[in-house]
């Protein structure tokens, strides 16, 4: 089983700076890729970033230029660098591993970006 936990999230000024953490644990070596996702109440989950076991990454059009998804192997933790936040950037963050098997979820963590 993999365990994901998310911290980082908080209060931001438009325009400021967050960084996203997800520390992975448990059968770390079945894990394929890594993700970000985010969820406004009433809306979809929408995939924010991604990046392979190979370090390809892929982001939302919405967050190009602004977001940066990277790892720290030894640490076992993906990382999300969000620069330039805007209001609509505010939602609750999901961190995801894919596995062969299974998808992994963590408990997710709230950004929000004042106006």
């Known amino acids: 089983q993999v365990q994901l936990v998310e911290s980082g999230g908080g209060l931001v000024q438009v325009g400021g700076s967050l960084r996203l953490s997800c520390a992975a644990s448990?059968?770390?070596?079945?894990?394929?890729?890594m993700g970000w996702y985010r969820q406004v109440p009433g809306k979809q989950r929408e995939s924010v970033a991604g990046?392979?076991?190979?370090?390809?990454?892929n982001y939302a059009d919405s967050v190009k230029g602004r977001f940066t998804i990277s790892r720290d192997n030894a640490k076992n933790t993906v990382y999300l660098q969000m620069n330039s936040l805007k209001p609509e950037d505010t939602a609750v963050y999901y961190c995801n591993a894919k596995t062969g098997r299974y998808i992994a979820w963590g408990q997710g963590t709230q950004v929000t970006v004042s106006s």
């Open positions: 990046i392979s076991n190979n370090d390809n990454t």
């Open positions: 448990g059968s770390i070596f079945s894990i394929l890729s």
